[in-house]
């Protein structure tokens, strides 16, 4: 599977919130908290997050039943206040989020590498619903 290894996945939203509002909920452990989940039945209890170069983000996403968890972990490559980040996860994948201010919304373009675990649609979805869940977050506060 080295083909879909190299595959990136792109989601997209546009939030109706400003870059630095966006970027503000996007990156506090205590926002984090409350969007960063696919599901309904999925929740994130706690997050760390040191937004610099060589910093590292961490968030435990588990099922609210605790029939499964796991810990999403990666170390910043890039950050631009407001605009980009990049990481690199534990297992190698990159992931790369540029904010881009339209007016008075922002538009969140999030790609990353594919794992091969899981089929390209099924972790499009998923990364799409929890970009879709933080959008809701950020327009409803």
């Given at each position: 599977?080295?083909?879909?290894?190299?595959?990136?996945i792109?989601?997209?939203?546009?939030?109706?919130?400003?870059?630095?509002?966006?970027?503000?909920?996007?990156?506090?452990?205590?926002?984090?908290?409350?969007?960063n989940s696919?599901s309904?039945?999925?929740?994130?209890?706690?997050?760390?997050?040191?937004?610099r170069v060589?910093?590292?983000?961490?968030?435990r996403?588990?099922?609210k039943?605790?029939?499964?968890?796991?810990?999403?972990?990666?170390?910043?490559?890039?950050v631009?206040?407001?605009?980009?980040?990049?990481?690199?996860?534990?297992?190698?994948?990159k992931v790369?989020?540029?904010?881009?201010?339209?007016?008075?919304?922002?538009?969140?373009?999030?790609?990353f590498?594919?794992?091969?675990?899981n089929p390209?649609?099924?972790q499009?979805?998923g990364?799409?619903?929890?970009?879709?869940?933080?959008?809701?977050?950020?327009?409803?506060?």
């Amino acid at each position: 599977m080295s083909a879909q290894s190299a595959t990136v996945i792109t989601v997209e939203a546009i939030v109706n919130a400003p870059a630095e509002k966006v970027w503000e909920l996007w990156n506090n452990p205590d926002h984090i908290t409350k969007w960063n989940s696919a599901s309904p039945d999925w929740h994130t209890p706690w997050a760390k997050n040191d937004l610099r170069v060589g910093g590292t983000l961490t968030a435990r996403m588990e099922a609210k039943d605790g029939s499964f968890g796991f810990d999403f972990a990666g170390v910043y490559d890039a950050v631009t206040a407001n605009e980009y980040i990049e990481y690199t996860l534990g297992d190698g994948r990159k992931v790369k989020i540029s904010f881009t201010a339209e007016g008075t919304a922002t538009k969140i373009t999030e790609s990353f590498d594919a794992e091969s675990e899981n089929p390209v649609e099924m972790q499009q979805m998923g990364w799409q619903a929890i970009l879709d869940s933080f959008k809701n977050y950020a327009e409803a506060i």
